[in-house]
């Protein structure tokens, strides 16, 4: 009929074509070539890159895949290691050599006791590292400036995020200052139902701010944490403790020892304060803010002249002073309290006190400074 076979088939779909790598910049080059020099000057730099392409195959060839000829010599192989029929470990408790009938029989009882060896721990022989370097601190006006920085970023992205959908736009906030600029002609419409919606959004965002102060309310737990803070040091973090020694000439005022004893008490600090008929030494250790208050009773708070019925005059000697003999710092409080103010009879007594402590240079410096004063 005059009907062509090979138009009424399907031609066949020609598959992937994979370029090898580096083959379209190697044609670049003989063209280049070519250009160049010439055609003979090309055909020779083709030759040489097919013998350097064959010599790659061969070398990428894997080597257990070659076949070993007939009487050469084999590669060396590592010998077996033969499989034992004990282990090592098992020898010292098997009486029998094998495996194959394992009994309380044959096993060596005098090898198995109650007793475990456990290897000794041991620090790895490394240097500890060097402490994290301390941040820098800023002045007042770096932590404002810092501060404004880190707003205006938070800001920035909030509004970023609303600008691309991921978070509502906040609803306008209606005042009856602005109900006009906001809502213009809607707000004529019915001016008291608009009013009323606005004192209720006042009401709420009022409610909320209530509620916000109310969850950020410290518990009565939580406030004395907080005020202990402030107050005093950490005990935990203490690297050293402050130590004072004051002198003073006469303690026997009851409202002076009172001060003094309670003041201790109050700022947690240990220590002693021993009274005799001609010296007191008081003798307090703790934090330097405890350590601070005291001294500021101690020396400026209490006036000593007139716990005793006397006038301090300049011009002549005081008839009661309290006087800071040593202040120092110590890496463990001697005192493992505050024993209070101790009336002792003699000097030998008092200073038996600074004895068991094993601080007796305590009392001898007061000693030593009342001498020298007077």
């Not at 990428?60 to 282990?87: S, T, Y």
């Not at 010292?92 to 495996?99: E, G, N, P, V």
């Not at 008291?192 to 109310?214: F, L, W």
Request: proline share 8%; hydrophobic share 35%.
């Amino acid at each position: 009929m005059g009907i062509n076979p090979t138009k009424l088939l399907r031609p066949k779909r020609p598959g992937f074509l994979f370029i090898e790598g580096g083959n379209l910049s190697r044609q670049a080059e003989l063209q280049r070539i070519k250009n160049q020099f010439g055609e003979a000057q090309a055909k020779e730099l083709k030759v040489k890159q097919a013998q350097l392409a064959k010599a790659k195959v061969e070398a990428d060839m894997n080597p257990n895949l070659i076949e070993i000829a007939p009487g050469g010599r084999p590669p060396n192989q590592k010998p077996k290691e033969e499989i034992p029929d004990i282990e090592p470990w098992d020898s010292k408790i098997l009486i029998s050599a094998t495996y194959e009938d394992i009994s309380l029989e044959k096993l060596n009882m005098d090898k198995i006791t109650i007793y475990m060896q456990h290897p000794e721990p041991l620090e790895p022989p490394a240097e500890p590292a060097p402490p994290p370097p301390q941040p820098l601190k800023l002045t007042n006006n770096e932590q404002k400036k810092y501060r404004t920085q880190r707003r205006l970023a938070t800001e920035k992205d909030r509004q970023e995020m609303i600008r691309q959908g991921l978070l509502e736009p906040p609803k306008p906030k209606l005042k009856m200052s602005n109900l006009m600029n906001v809502l213009g002609a809607q707000a004529t419409q019915d001016p008291t139902r608009m009013e009323m919606e606005i004192r209720m959004a006042a009401a709420e965002r009022n409610q909320a701010h209530v509620d916000r102060n109310i969850a950020r309310k410290l518990t009565p737990s939580e406030r004395r944490e907080k005020k202990e803070r402030k107050l005093f040091d950490d005990p935990d973090t203490l690297d050293y403790f402050t130590v004072c020694v004051y002198r003073i000439r006469d303690l026997s005022n009851s409202q002076t020892r009172f001060k003094v004893d309670v003041n201790a008490r109050d700022n947690r600090l240990t220590g002693a304060a021993v009274t005799t008929d001609g010296i007191s030494v008081v003798v307090v250790e703790g934090g330097v803010k405890s350590i601070k208050r005291y001294n500021n009773l101690m020396l400026n708070r209490i006036d000593w002249a007139a716990a005793v019925g006397g006038k301090h005059v300049a011009d002549e000697e005081p008839v009661n002073s309290c006087a800071l003999v040593w202040q120092g710092s110590v890496v463990k409080p001697a005192f493992p309290r505050w024993f209070g103010v101790r009336k002792c009879v003699s000097e030998a007594s008092a200073k038996k006190v600074f004895v068991d402590a094993k601080v007796a240079h305590y009392w001898d410096l007061a000693v030593n400074f009342l001498e020298d004063s007077s």
